[in-house]
């Protein structure tokens, strides 16, 4: 299994970026899909964003296009959600995750996410 370390949290005024990085060890990144996800205080936790195992296909929660990017280095292990003109709406919880599988994004349910990171906190204020 591939564990997963979330960071780049942090507090930012509305209108601002982040940038945050999910670094993976114990298997290649290269047979998993990845996903951000994110949970606020009362909330359900939500797919923000998520990438195929190539980097080549990607799809966003519809709250966050335009503003987020996903991005994956599989030959450093590395996960990215840069993330800009943030809202205080975004504040969350963000959390990094795997799916191991190579099929298409759409064919990935959330629940096949099983690998997770501990999540960084992400406070936008207004």
């Known amino acids: 299994q591939v564990q997963l370390v979330e960071s780049g949290g942090g507090l930012v005024q509305a209108g601002g970026s982040l940038r945050l990085t999910c670094a993976a060890s114990?298997?290649?990144?290269?047979?998993?899909?990845m996903g951000w996800f994110r949970q606020a205080p009362g909330k359900e936790r939500e797919l923000v964003a998520a990438i195929n195992w190539s980097g080549e296909s990607t799809n966003y929660a519809d709250s966050v296009k335009g503003r987020f990017t996903i991005s994956r280095n599989n030959a450093a292990s590395l996960v990215y959600l840069q993330m800009g003109n943030l809202k205080p709406e975004d504040t969350a919880t963000y959390y990094c995750a795997a799916a191991s599988s190579t099929a298409r994004l759409a064919a990935i349910p959330s629940k096949d996410f099983g690998s997770w990171g501990q999540g960084t906190q992400v406070t936008v204020s207004s």
């Open positions: 114990g298997r290649t990144l290269r047979n998993y899909a």
